[in-house]
């Protein structure tokens, strides 16, 4: 196990009717952004309790704010908040919405442009407080310290990390869930899943501990992935995978850990071009790269298989091993999800291009260290 | 699941030499109160690395603290605290040095008898602030919001739990929890499994996830314990205890969920009285509780049969429930703990007392609610 520092501060407030509780946790803040994304809020009552919540309030909006979020948002935002004095913003949203409020957040107090903290020419030195309200079970962006902004101009999807961009608290409510479209709920549990994969698939040694814990997140995903498909409306699937979205990349399950994340940041590079939705993107992507990089450490694929879909420990540890990734790809088939970029209307024309901008800052992953070469093949593989 | 506030804002430096930080993590205070216990960090060499670290401070030594702290030593805190103007409290120790200076922390601010917070006539309205260097993984207090002292003179042992108590960090090194002995380390782990049965055994309906978080922390002390005992240096295995041992009580297990903690209300009376280590109460009781309580919910009892020890689906619930409680026993009995009160030279005399004592409050449990006679059967199944 690695040396690591835990802090969670962000404080959740889980549950029915969490949203009665806004008014007390921004009482110490008088201009508001209020960020939001598309028409859904406003159709299941969200944006009526938000607006009720901010009557005493100075407040601006900021709506639109589309998935794959986009730089221009995050400069709108930046600018609404420099010329009306903001000081706190309210996310409304998924993923998307609160990972724009991050980067308005950080980039209200960096003098220039605000790209410069996704290319790594500088850090966060300070940023805005904010707060979310969340109504998709997906990127945990509710309880962690990142965001990934989507350059529409130079078609670049990077992202930042700090713990200033940690949410002062969060609200989930799991019935805001229940209206999320069928293809959206599927895509959630995906990318859920994908964090979890994204630690557990590591070479640290000692992390019998932390495994365990992501075992439990993929079996929560894997129970209840159909349920929330199946019956929209259940509250126990709802707040089961509500709650496996935020700890899954809450920090809890890398905290001694290295991580990889190379999957995550080809599917990046493909979205950043083709606008994807992210989930689907990673359902399409990570078998593949799983079967690309089992031999680094097939014990791993075995335990995953074994642990997770109860394959018995006979035969040959690839066998199992493949048949652990098979399962993963048939799960994610049974939420409709599609297993090849073909089906999607991706073709291999600007395969080069993403290869190229994948390892743009070196080498990615740590399971095993991706070049250009290997990122190309993992997306020959997905054609 | 129940509606919940996730709030964990406790920052844990976990590895080795972490120690190396806490001069910058005190920097804001000058004047603290160092509690500690007996002579083992003497021994070790972390009271030097402290008093290094405190070099330019002016400090106050309360040492001597004991295992089930007693209250005078709270009240003796409380003095220098008070008469020396104190404005943070270092706890270097186990959980009992922690629980005496949240007490102290509580106390210093509160203007009558300090056992009025544990006897609920008054709550905690404001705390010093403490951080704490642990030096046993067991009661998870390094993280959590809980104090459990003991009134030396009425024989009582009580509680207070409030969020102002949560240290504002706290440093965990594996490495010096390899000088404990033997035997505590084990009652340690006997805690740390004690601490998931009463938020594992709960009636909370929808619970999934948390119950999957549980069994993984159960797995580790099971796949562990007797490891830190055989080899006490080997890291990974003290890390993953250690680790385990916070993440247990931290909150992360019953978020949602209603929790039980009557085989501890039932055991805090009878280490009041025979100054019994919590681990070893914990080992000899709570087999005989999840017999005595077991068809209040048998499922619950199978599920954690086939999860944690891995017993088949096979006949009888009943049988293989009592399967999965004898597994637990043995386990305890793997680590040389007692099975029996009788072991310990603790006979039936107090009982009636015990009982009268832990209902003192109302019905303890919410597995099953028990009353004064309930409490009689366990402590006589224990004998």
Chains 1, 2 share one sequence.
């Not at 939001?36 to 309030?57: A, C, P, Q, R």
């Not at 799983?290 to 074994?306: Q, R, S």
């Not at 290869?355 to 070469?373: C, D, M, N, P, R």
Request: proline residues 3%; charged residues 25%.
């Amino acid at each position: 196990m690695l040396n690591f520092n835990y802090l969670i501060p962000t404080e959740i407030l889980f549950g029915k009717e969490q949203i009665s509780n806004l008014e007390s946790k921004i009482e110490d803040y008088n201009r508001i952004l209020f960020a939001w994304g598309g028409g859904s809020i406003k159709k299941n009552g969200i944006y009526e309790k938000v607006i009720d919540s901010l009557k005493n309030k100075t407040y601006f909006e900021l709506s639109g704010i589309k998935p794959n979020p986009r730089l221009s948002s995050v400069k709108k935002g930046i600018r609404i908040c420099t010329e009306d004095d903001v000081d706190f913003i309210l996310a409304v949203g998924g993923g998307s919405v609160i990972d724009c409020s991050k980067a308005i957040a950080a980039g209200v107090y960096y003098p220039d442009d605000v790209w410069d903290l996704f290319m790594r020419k500088a850090t966060v030195e300070k940023a805005l407080p904010i707060g979310t309200i969340l109504t998709l079970a997906a990127t945990a962006s509710e309880i962690n310290a990142s965001a990934v902004i989507n350059n529409e101009e130079t078609q670049q999807k990077l992202s930042i990390t700090s713990n200033l961009l940690r949410p002062k608290f969060s609200i989930l409510d799991p019935t805001y869930t229940m209206t999320v479209p069928r293809a959206h709920t599927a895509a959630g549990v995906v990318d859920i899943m994908s964090h979890v994969f994204e630690q557990y698939f590591d070479t640290t040694k000692g992390t019998y501990l932390q495994d365990r814990l992501a075992e439990g997140i993929l079996k929560t995903c894997i129970k209840y992935g159909p349920i929330v498909l199946e019956n929209p409306d259940d509250y126990e699937a709802r707040a089961n995978v509500m709650w496996a979205g935020s700890l899954a990349l809450s920090g809890l399950l890398s905290f001694g850990k290295k991580g990889d994340f190379a999957t995550h940041k080809i599917e990046h590079e493909v979205s950043a071009i083709y606008d994807l939705t992210h989930g689907i993107g990673m359902a399409i992507l990570f078998p593949n790269w799983m079967k690309y990089v089992m031999h680094e450490n097939i014990d791993k694929f075995v335990e995953f298989a074994h642990n997770v879909w109860d394959i018995p420990n006979m035969g040959e540890k690839k066998d199992i091993a493949n048949l652990g990734i098979q399962k993963t790809r048939e799960f994610f088939s049974s939420l409709d999800m599609p297993t090849t970029f073909f089906q999607v209307n991706i073709s291999y024309e600007k395969y080069e291009e993403m290869a190229t901008k994948a390892v743009y800052f070196g080498e990615i992953g740590s399971f095993k260290k991706l070049k250009k070469e290997d990122v190309l093949e993992i997306l020959k593989l997905s054609l």
